[in-house]
């Protein structure tokens, strides 16, 4: 039996025809070449999800010093492009349409993945250990970006923005959640500086705000979306202040005219979820928090989400586990469960292009190859 969930009406995102609601969430995997570049086993797993109404292409970092983890992948030369462009032509022949995020890790970085010192807003290391090609090692105290280097990372931003619209995406997305780069700049606890980007709340919103404006500036900001978590305290980040911060944040991008403003655990019972939300004026996305990763949990969930005043849902996991999910979802038939989650992180096509599809015959859950197993405990969520 075929159902008429409202979110599986057709959608528009700007001049985006969009099939459905469903948005598949950015999902850094670790599977790029050495350099940053896509592999083509990256080609093969984005287009088995291009029934997805709008996939959003994991982190990338449009800088050598913004790269977060080992083999997540880049777009700041040639090779990169040329290493996208196979994935956009390979979602676009199953007619699907991507965004790609942008994310600089800042202090989310070390020294032994990119031979350079990272950059933050301030001096404060991340207070935990970090994923680098020689396992887990303490973190490393960031360098103080400077004046240049904000206007320099803008500038890759930008130019970072542009290589993704040669590479065929139809817009990017400026990650500014997470506790990364962006991020830290927006919360207090790891910016601490006394320059024009520190300090009260609209000053902290500054550098999000001016590197947004760089990347509309760049490819239109009709390609652009911005994602933010709200009180999330990955990577050590401590907010005091969400309820203002965030505010001011939308306060400073709501007249630009983006493409969307992506929220992720969007709660609609939270203060903050209702005044972005009643502040926001163009479509947002919502990424909820699941009570379960079952058809009947991801069913309730999105419904609420577009109950909620969404525009759009967003969903991580179940993409993830389900290249087919829009059928299921579609036809009320069971999901995959996530497998392993050291899988996410490790490389190769296990746990990552074995999903099966309904119309697979069932494959038997192969156990993980020794060279796959080098990250028992990846990195931390992206
Ligand atoms: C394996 C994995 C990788 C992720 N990578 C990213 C990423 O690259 N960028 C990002 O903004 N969030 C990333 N996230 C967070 C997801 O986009 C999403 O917000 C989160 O999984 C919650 O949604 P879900 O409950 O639908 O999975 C990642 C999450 C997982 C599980």
Do not use: K
Request: charge should be neutral; hydrophobic fraction near 40%.
């Amino acid at each position: 039996m075929t159902r008429t969930t409202g979110f599986l009406t057709p959608a528009r995102l700007g001049r985006l025809e969009l099939p459905h609601h469903l948005v598949m969430a950015p999902l850094t995997r670790n599977r790029a070449e050495a350099d940053g570049t896509p592999s083509p086993l990256m080609a093969t797993h984005y287009a088995q999800r291009a029934g997805a109404g709008l996939i959003i292409g994991e982190a990338s970092t449009p800088n050598p010093v913004g790269q977060t983890y080992p083999n997540i992948t880049a777009i700041h030369t040639d090779r990169h492009v040329a290493g996208w462009r196979r994935v956009t032509e390979a979602v676009r022949a199953g007619g699907g349409r991507m965004f790609l995020q942008l994310q600089h890790g800042g202090r989310v970085s070390h020294p032994q993945t990119t031979g350079l010192t990272p950059v933050a807003p301030s001096s404060v290391p991340l207070p935990e250990t970090i994923f680098t090609p020689r396992g887990r090692l303490p973190a490393v105290t960031p360098r103080e970006m400077t004046a240049d280097d904000i206007r320099a990372t803008a500038a890759d931003f930008a130019a970072a923005a542009r290589r993704a619209v040669d590479a065929g995406f139809e817009g990017v997305e400026v990650h500014s959640a997470n506790g990364h780069l962006l991020h830290q700049f927006l919360a207090g606890n790891t910016n601490r500086r006394t320059d024009g980007y520190g300090g009260p709340v609209e000053r902290r919103v500054r550098f999000t705000a001016e590197v947004t404006e760089a990347v509309a500036d760049a490819i239109g900001a009709d390609r652009v979306g911005v994602r933010i978590s709200p009180g999330n305290t990955v990577n050590g980040i401590e907010e005091d202040d969400t309820d203002v911060l965030y505010p001011a944040l939308v306060a400073r991008l709501r007249g630009l005219d983006l493409a969307y403003l992506h929220l992720v655990h969007a709660d609609p019972d939270t203060a903050v979820y209702r005044r972005i939300r009643a502040d926001w004026p163009g479509v947002l996305i919502g990424n909820p928090v699941l009570p379960g990763l079952t058809t009947e949990a991801v069913t309730r969930a999105a419904t609420e989400m577009l109950s909620a005043g969404a525009d759009l849902v967003a969903l991580g996991r179940p993409f993830l586990a389900n290249p087919d999910l829009v059928t299921r979802l579609r036809l009320g038939a069971p999901l995959n469960p996530v497998r392993d989650r050291y899988l996410m992180y490790t490389g190769g096509a296990t746990g990552y292009t074995d999903y099966p599809a309904l119309d697979d015959q069932p494959s038997s859950p192969a156990g993980p190859s020794s060279s796959s197993m080098v990250a028992l405990d990846g990195p931390r969520v992206a």
